[in-house]
């Protein structure tokens, strides 16, 4: 499955450029991007799709491996920090991409 990267264009917001994120229940972390498009990343998606590769090769996630600690915004990116001590720092324009609601994904 490739991942669709949204383009900005010039004189609009960055579609790629978070002005919130909040929290969605007690298992999601919601993101409302620069065009108002909303994205919600249920934590144990959020750590399966973590940049480090390895998350995503894992047989089972634990309690721990699913909880964050930690979210924040930052320059480079989404910074996640997991009850495991796992970090992860998910880069904007590729959490963007990770949207699976039906307007990202055509319906599917």
């Known amino acids: ?3 669709k990267l ?3 264009l010039l004189g609009q917001p960055d579609p790629n450029a978070p002005k919130d994120v909040h929290l969605v229940g007690r298992y999601a972390v919601g993101v409302t991007w620069g065009d108002n498009h ?3 990343y249920p934590f144990d998606k959020l750590r ?6 390895a998350c995503a ?3 089972t996630l634990t309690e ?6 930690e ?3 930052e320059d480079a990116g989404l910074r996640v920090v997991w009850a495991d001590a796992h970090q992860s720092l998910y880069p904007y324009a590729e959490l963007r991409a990770l ?3 039906a307007g990202c994904t055509g319906g599917h």
């Open 48 to 53: 399966r799709d973590c940049p480090c590769g």
């Open 71 to 73: 979210i924040k915004k």
């Open 99 to 101: 949207c699976r609601c």
């Open 38 to 40: 909303g994205s919600i």
């Open 1 to 3: 499955m490739s991942k």
């Open 64 to 69: 721990a491996m699913a909880w964050p600690t």
């Open 6 to 8: 949204i383009l900005p």
């Open 57 to 59: 090769t894992l047989a």
